[in-house]
């Protein structure tokens, strides 16, 4: 079992549609963070949470430590969301080391 | 700040070629890491270096790959032979020391084809 998991794998909408992308891990976090990968593109960070909720924009970000699960939701989706969203934390263990998630392919439909 | 700035953005390559990624990380940041991302793995760590010091390179798939750090502003992963088995994106990130959350700066990454 990998220690940060991410549902759904592929995810395809239609414009306008509101999104969630989960992540449940298995290890003490220090932090958790949202990244967005366009194709061909960089590594561009969204969020990064240790508790609570953010918002940016359209985009909406909760972490539950109790529950180890954060979701990143999407309002009002538009094709230009199309991109890989990945979940990673950072352990408390000490080391600065990411652990990823596989990543949520997200394809808006206009 | 300019960002992670990695060259070459592109790389195309024949098998058993040596192939020498570059990256600067941004100014005052203490932390390196190198990357790959496959379609097959996702994104896999390779290397990271703390003060220009390898601190884990346990992700390094063998000994045909090689990365250092000789100052603050620079880095290079090395492949030599390269193998088309090595055909992949590689990102270099960096850190800042006084980061209690471990937030990294990705580089926009270079895509290396091996032939």
């Known amino acids: 079992k990998n220690e940060v998991e991410q549902s759904p794998q592929n995810l395809t909408a239609q414009e306008g549609e509101f999104i969630t992308i989960n992540c449940s891990y298995s290890v003490g976090i220090s932090a958790l963070h949202w990244l967005q990968q366009h194709p061909g593109g960089g590594i561009v960070s969204l969020f990064m949470?240790?508790?609570g909720k953010k918002k940016h924009g359209r985009l909406i970000a909760t972490i539950n430590i109790q529950e180890k699960h954060s979701s990143l939701h999407i309002t009002a989706s538009h094709p230009r969301d199309s991109a890989v969203y990945i979940c990673a934390v950072a352990p408390t263990s000490g080391t600065y080391k990411y652990i990823f998630g596989t990543g949520t392919r997200l394809k808006v439909l206009a | 700040d300019a960002g992670v700035i990695q060259s070459p953005r592109h790389e195309v390559t024949e098998m058993g070629q040596e192939v020498t990624l570059r990256c600067k990380p941004i100014?005052?940041?203490?932390?390196l890491f190198w990357y790959r991302q496959t379609m097959m793995r996702g994104l896999e760590l390779l290397i990271y270096?703390?003060?220009?010091?390898?601190?884990?390179d346990s992700g390094m798939p063998e000994d045909r790959f090689s990365a250092k750090m000789p100052n603050a502003s620079f880095s290079t992963l090395k492949i030599q032979p390269s193998e088309p088995r090595d055909s992949a994106v590689y990102f270099c990130?960096?850190?800042?020391?006084?980061?209690?959350?471990?937030?990294?700066?990705f580089g926009p990454g270079t895509r290396l084809t091996v032939l």
């Open positions: 100014s005052g940041h203490d932390y």
């Open positions: 990130a960096s850190s800042p020391e006084d980061s209690s959350y471990n937030e990294q700066f």
């Open positions: 270096f703390n003060n220009n010091v390898p601190i884990d």
């Open positions: 949470l240790s508790s």
